[in-house]
C-alpha cells in the first residue's frame, strides 16, 4: 500500500493512525490535538495507553504536544511587543490557559509508512493565540526507541513568543522509579503559577514516594524512569522538565519543556527559556523514549 492511501485510511478513521517497528506499537490520534493514544511493548503499556478508538479527548491520552506554551498563562492575558493580548478558557474552571493550543485542536496526517507518521497543524490568530503558526510532529519508532520532533514555524508578520514540550503519562506500577538530575525547583502558589525558585537535589525514589507538581531547572536532557517490567529512558533537546507524581491518579508525568511556567510574565522571558520567533524563523523541539524489557 502506498504513503497516500495509508494517509488517506487514517483520516477515514476519525485520524487513527498506528505505526510498529519490533515489538513496539504506537497509536495516534491526530483529530484529538496530535496525541499518542498508546505506547506498548508486546502489549505492555509504556505510556499510559488506550486503543485510538477508544479515545475519548487529547487530557486522557498518553501525550499530547504542548505549543505555542507549555503550562500556565496567567489569568489569560499578556503584554508583548507594547500591545496587549488576551487568550480565553481551555481547562475547565482554571483562571489561567493551560498547554496552549494544539492539544485542543485536530491536526492533519501528512505522511504515514509502516514505522513513521508525521501530522500538521496550522493556527489562524483566534480567541486562544492571537499569532499565526504552523506546526509539525514527527513520529519515528525503531525496535527499542520512540523519536518525536516538534516543529512550529512562525507564519505572523511579527515575532511571537513560542514555548514547545509535551505531556506524556507513565502509568503507575509497582516499584516504579525515577531517576533523574536537576539543580532547582519552582514552587507555586494555589493556582499553579510559579512564584519562588530553589535549590533541589537530584531526583531519585520511588513514584510512590515522591510529592511532586513542578518544574525543575538544571536539568540536562535526561531521565531514567523504571519499574517492574520496563526500564525507560527518556532523552529531549529541551531544558526544562515538569514532574507531576498524584498520589491519587494510577499515573504520573515527566514532560520536557522549553520553559518555566508563565514565563512571558517573568522580569527576563527568555532567561526562563521562552523564545522569541522572527517571522518565518523555526523552533525544533525532540524528544526520544528508549525501551528495555527486564
Same mark, same amino acid.
Given at each position: $500500500?502506498?504513503?497516500?492511501? &495509508?494517509?488517506?485510511?487514517?483520516? %477515514?478513521?476519525?485520524?487513527?493512525?498506528?505505526? *510498529?517497528?519490533?515489538?513496539?506499537?504506537?497509536? +495516534?490520534?491526530?483529530?484529538?490535538?496530535?496525541?499518542?493514544?498508546?505506547?506498548?511493548?508486546?502489549?505492555?503499556?509504556? +505510556?499510559?495507553?488506550?486503543?485510538?478508538?477508544?479515545?475519548?479527548?487529547?487530557?486522557?491520552?498518553?501525550?499530547?504536544? +504542548?505549543?505555542? !506554551?507549555?503550562?500556565?498563562?496567567? !489569568?489569560?492575558?499578556?503584554?508583548? &511587543?507594547?500591545?496587549?493580548?488576551?487568550?480565553?478558557?481551555?481547562?475547565? %474552571?482554571?483562571?489561567?490557559?493551560?498547554?496552549?493550543?494544539?492539544?485542543?485542536?485536530?491536526?492533519?496526517?501528512?505522511?504515514?509508512?509502516?514505522?513513521?507518521?508525521?501530522?500538521? !497543524?496550522?493556527?489562524?490568530? %483566534?480567541?486562544?493565540?492571537?499569532?499565526?503558526?504552523?506546526?509539525?510532529?514527527?513520529?519515528?519508532?525503531?525496535? %527499542? #526507541?520512540?523519536?518525536?520532533? +516538534? #516543529?512550529?514555524?512562525? #507564519?505572523?508578520?511579527?515575532?511571537?513568543?513560542?514555548?514547545?514540550?509535551?505531556?506524556?503519562?507513565?502509568?503507575?506500577?509497582?516499584?516504579?522509579?525515577?531517576?533523574?538530575?536537576?539543580?532547582?525547583?519552582?514552587?507555586?502558589?494555589?493556582?499553579?503559577?510559579?512564584?519562588? *525558585?530553589?535549590?533541589?537535589? @537530584?531526583?531519585?525514589?520511588?513514584?510512590?514516594?515522591?510529592?511532586?507538581?513542578?518544574?525543575?531547572?538544571?536539568?540536562?536532557?535526561?531521565?531514567?524512569?523504571?519499574?517492574?517490567?520496563?526500564?525507560?529512558? &527518556? @532523552? @529531549?533537546?529541551?531544558?526544562?522538565?515538569?514532574?507531576?507524581?498524584?498520589?491519587?491518579?494510577?499515573?504520573?508525568?515527566?514532560?520536557?519543556?522549553?520553559? =518555566?511556567?508563565?514565563?512571558?510574565?517573568?522580569?527576563?522571558? #527568555?532567561?526562563?527559556?521562552? *523564545?522569541?520567533?522572527?517571522?518565518?524563523?523555526?523552533?525544533?523541539?525532540? $524528544?526520544?523514549?528508549? =525501551?528495555?524489557?527486564?
Amino acid at each position: $500500500m502506498n504513503d497516500t492511501a &495509508l494517509v488517506q485510511d487514517g483520516r %477515514d478513521r476519525g485520524g487513527a493512525v498506528e505505526v *510498529r517497528a519490533g515489538d513496539l506499537r504506537l497509536a +495516534l490520534r491526530a483529530d484529538l490535538g496530535g496525541s499518542i493514544a498508546g505506547l506498548w511493548h508486546r502489549g505492555t503499556p509504556i +505510556l499510559r495507553s488506550t486503543e485510538p478508538g477508544n479515545l475519548g479527548s487529547a487530557r486522557q491520552s498518553a501525550c499530547y504536544p +504542548l505549543v505555542p !506554551y507549555s503550562n500556565r498563562l496567567a !489569568y489569560q492575558r499578556f503584554h508583548w &511587543l507594547g500591545n496587549d493580548y488576551t487568550t480565553t478558557t481551555n481547562f475547565d %474552571d482554571n483562571p489561567h490557559s493551560v498547554h496552549g493550543v494544539g492539544w485542543l485542536r485536530a491536526w492533519e496526517v501528512v505522511a504515514h509508512r509502516e514505522a513513521e507518521a508525521v501530522l500538521r !497543524y496550522s493556527h489562524r490568530p %483566534d480567541a486562544h493565540w492571537p499569532f499565526a503558526f504552523e506546526a509539525q510532529q514527527s513520529f519515528t519508532l525503531t525496535p %527499542d #526507541a520512540l523519536v518525536v520532533t +516538534l #516543529a512550529v514555524t512562525n #507564519a505572523a508578520e511579527i515575532a511571537q513568543p513560542v514555548g514547545l514540550g509535551w505531556h506524556p503519562y507513565f502509568p503507575k506500577r509497582d516499584r516504579s522509579r525515577l531517576r533523574i538530575t536537576v539543580s532547582d525547583r519552582w514552587d507555586s502558589d494555589e493556582t499553579q503559577l510559579p512564584v519562588r *525558585r530553589v535549590a533541589q537535589a @537530584s531526583i531519585d525514589g520511588e513514584v510512590s514516594s515522591l510529592r511532586l507538581d513542578n518544574c525543575f531547572d538544571g536539568w540536562h536532557g535526561s531521565a531514567s524512569i523504571s519499574d517492574e517490567v520496563l526500564a525507560l529512558q &527518556l @532523552s @529531549s533537546n529541551l531544558t526544562h522538565l515538569v514532574v507531576y507524581t498524584p498520589a491519587d491518579k494510577a499515573y504520573y508525568c515527566v514532560e520536557p519543556v522549553s520553559h =518555566v511556567s508563565d514565563a512571558i510574565h517573568g522580569a527576563d522571558p #527568555a532567561a526562563l527559556g521562552l *523564545r522569541t520567533l522572527q517571522p518565518g524563523e523555526t523552533f525544533v523541539a525532540s $524528544m526520544t523514549l528508549g =525501551v528495555t524489557a527486564l
